[in-house]
């Protein structure tokens, strides 16, 4: 797994140079297959996004549960603490929709 750190640009816009280029966290990384999760500090906090699809994939989840997990997702980002997106892209394939799981 590999760490992404934030960069931290003008207007509160936080990219990661990705296998693609420099993605927009909140955009690309959020609906990645690839993400882990957010680091903050020295915890992993795994990505809500991610969770609440496995669980609507498999029944158990409402649409309201991944617009609040959007919206944790970017709480998290937004945390002055949180450093870094964990990534499992170990094929250098970048950006790939959550949807494609």
């Known amino acids: 797994m590999k760490t992404l750190p934030f960069i931290r640009g003008p207007n509160d816009r936080i990219t990661v140079q990705c296998a693609t280029g420099e993605v927009p966290v909140h955009t690309r ?4 297959r690839h993400c882990h999760g957010i680091r903050v500090q020295k915890r992993l906090t795994p990505s809500p996004i991610t969770q609440a ?3 609507i994939q498999r029944g158990q ?3 309201q549960e991944l617009l609040n997990a959007g919206l944790m997702f970017n709480t998290l980002v937004a945390d002055a603490r949180a450093e870094a997106i964990e990534c499992g892209d170990e094929k250098g394939e970048g950006y790939c929709r959550i ?3």
Request: glycine letters at 0%.
């Open 29 to 32: 990384c959020a609906y990645c």
């Open 61 to 63: 989840a409402s649409d």
């Open 53 to 55: 699809y496995q669980k």
């Open 99 to 101: 949807t494609s799981l």
